[in-house]
């Protein structure tokens, strides 16, 4: 039950057929350190999500690689069974090692054998959207995803899944995946300063496809800015809350993930990111991009 008296900032946009909340929550910090393993707070975990719930958030970002099998399994038991309104998006396409690494995992099989972990982890039926995972850990890498992203197709063929995305994907990568198949999200790396996903994001808000960033203030290696500080400052605010309020100005198609383990901080992020930049304060910040 939505309890938040206060809209959500951003509005919707429609992440294929349906309409979600611009403002999400990304589940990827709910595991333990390096992404790997259980949360340090298991029951502060849960409080989270229902959290989000509770906020009218009704888009959350998960993938079975993160634990592994950890964020999912906290999302059954959080919000099993799931309110009509929640559209609940993973990502295939790696797993991770006895170090914590990411190594790929995209043949056909092998995604095949993803597809129905994120089903029975998250205690679904269909997944709402299924993101192919591309490049390494590193970001994008050159080369065709048809394989894979067919194999993903017979599966949307075969009602196990309902909407296809990719993610860590390059501008060409995206053009050839929609001769492919209907995508109806794009994940990448993007914020403040690495900014070189602009073009694809106006194509692809004409196209009515959306835009969902990660690591919104830099992720493991967070954004020094000046000009960050300095209007972060001015309008007494934290760097985050600026980011993600610079972000849902960007381009209406832009959905944010942004992750937490604390429901104090879930709450600064959605108000943070309803904060109204003037025309100057997104002149500064443009000027942070290299």
Known sequence: ????????????????????????YGAMQLAGPGVMGPPADHDGALAVL??????????IDTASAYGPQVTNRLIREALHPYPASLRIATKV??????????????KPEELRRAVHENLDEL???TLDVVNLRLGDAQGPRPGSLAEPLEALAELKEQGLIRH?????ATHEQVTEAQTVAP??????????AHRQDDELIDD??????????????????????????????????????????????RSPNILLIPGTSSVA?????????????????LAELDRIAP
């Open 1 to 24: 039950m939505n309890t938040h008296s206060a809209p959500l900032p951003g509005g919707t946009w429609n992440l294929g057929d349906r309409a979600v909340t611009r403002f999400g």
């Open 50 to 59: 229902r959290a989000a719930a509770d906020l009218g958030i009704t888009h």
């Open 93 to 106: 396409g790696a797993v991770r090692d006895q170090h914590g690494g990411w190594p790929p995992a995209r």
């Open 123 to 125: 205690g679904l039926d």
């Open 164 to 168: 296809l995305g990719v993610s860590n």
């Open 183 to 192: 995508i109806v999200c794009v994940q990448n790396m993007y914020n403040l």
């Open 204 to 249: 692809l808000a004409g196209k009515g496809i959306a835009y969902v960033p990660f690591f919104p203030l830099g992720g493991f290696t967070p954004l020094q800015s000046s000009a960050l500080s300095a209007v972060a400052t001015r309008l007494d605010a934290s760097p985050m809350a600026i980011a993600l309020a610079w972000l849902l100005r």
């Open 265 to 281: 901080h879930l709450r600064e992020n959605a108000a943070g990111a309803g904060l109204p930049l003037s025309d100057g304060d």
